[in-house]
């Protein structure tokens, strides 16, 4: 357990990300956040009683040691007992009733808090998972198109893969991954040194205009391409004579100052999802362990809907390279030889 943060504070940091929460639904009736928006998705409101579920699981159960406030709803509410495709079957809580719960959680949290002070880690933790779930939210939203009005991917910030469009990198040696000190998931430790060769990187994310060009489809524009597959990144990288990159050159490049435009869109790596040599599961081994493998692929950067205080250049997403539903698009990468 990390050193005791003050418990006002944390409280005050909880409170801000949920009012950025309820303040994101707040122009929906409860029929919308009922329904599936789409088949990939989840409703609205299963995950803001997720929310409440995880953060009644970590703050107030394992940290303040009080008994679930809902214990018949925790596999409902679970991720991996419950998986999207049947969540809109389900008898779920509905809009009142999730918000209720939300509320009923963050008055024992507070409690908890002022009683034993905050875990550092743990705060962060569930801080952070319920800014993640914001971005799901709005994956869901945009698809739906109940977006809240001013809301959208950037209409500007694009490139294109022309040899202009490209920075040389020099071959060099780098810490990779996250320092120890300060929060960080536990699939960005330990760092550790990485060598890389020289390679040339796009400065920009593709637009789609380039896009355009590949799939002759519609009007074009300098905005990044968003809503793009890992195979199809693929398919228009070598139509480009290019190909992605590895999560450790865009990292490298990211940590000399060589990208613009991040955090616009998710940018797929060529890289599989697996632990850093010497990878430990924390805080349990279902938040990364459980993902690796050569099915799910890293990306990188963080998007429009991404907050601020996740994005981060070591921090890794990750998800299967036929989705289209997250805010993912492309940044091109190809070799410079052994020099």
Not at 97 to 112: F, K, W
Not at 216 to 224: E, F, I, K, R, Y
Not at 242 to 249: D, K, S, W, Y
Request: hydrophobic fraction near 45%; charged fraction near 20%.
């Amino acid at each position: 357990m990390s050193a005791s943060a003050p418990a006002p504070a944390a409280a005050t940091e909880l409170d801000l990300a949920r009012a950025r929460t309820l303040q994101l639904v707040a122009h929906l009736d409860d029929a919308t956040l009922q329904r599936v928006l789409d088949p990939l998705m989840s409703p609205l409101v299963w995950d803001l009683a997720h929310i409440a579920a995880y953060e009644d699981l970590w703050l107030c159960h394992r940290l303040g040691g009080l008994p679930l406030l809902h214990p018949e709803l925790a596999a409902m509410y679970d991720a991996f007992e419950t998986p999207r495709a049947v969540r809109g079957d389900l008898p779920l809580l509905d809009a009142a009733g999730a918000r209720v719960y939300l509320a009923d959680v963050r008055t024992r949290t507070d409690q908890v808090l002022a009683r034993t002070g905050s875990d550092d880690d743990l705060v962060e933790l569930v801080l952070r998972h319920e800014l993640q779930h914001t971005e799901t939210m709005r994956q869901a939203m945009r698809l739906g198109g109940v977006l809240p009005a001013g809301e959208g991917p950037p209409t500007s910030g694009g490139g294109g893969f022309a040899a202009e469009d490209f920075v040389s990198v020099p071959a060099g040696t780098f810490a990779m991954g996250a320092a120890e000190e300060g929060f960080a998931y536990d699939n960005e430790r330990p760092r550790h040194a990485r060598q890389v060769r020289a390679f040339a990187i796009g400065i920009r994310p593709v637009s789609v205009a380039a896009w355009r060009a590949f799939s002759g489809q519609g009007a074009a524009s300098d905005a990044p391409v968003c809503h793009v597959s890992c195979t199809d990144a693929e398919a228009f990288a070598a139509w480009a004579g290019a190909r992605l990159p590895t999560e450790v050159e865009w990292e490298y490049a990211a940590s000399l100052g060589l990208l613009q435009e991040t955090g616009h869109v998710w940018e797929w790596t060529s890289s599989s999802f697996t632990g850093y040599d010497g990878f430990a599961a924390y805080p349990y081994p279902e938040y990364s362990e459980v993902f690796f493998g050569e099915d799910y692929r890293v990306l990188r950067g963080g998007s429009w809907a991404t907050d601020d205080r996740v994005k981060s250049i070591t921090f890794r997403n990750w998800d299967l390279p036929q989705r289209t539903n997250i805010f993912a698009g492309i940044r091109l990468a190809h070799d410079l030889g052994d020099t």
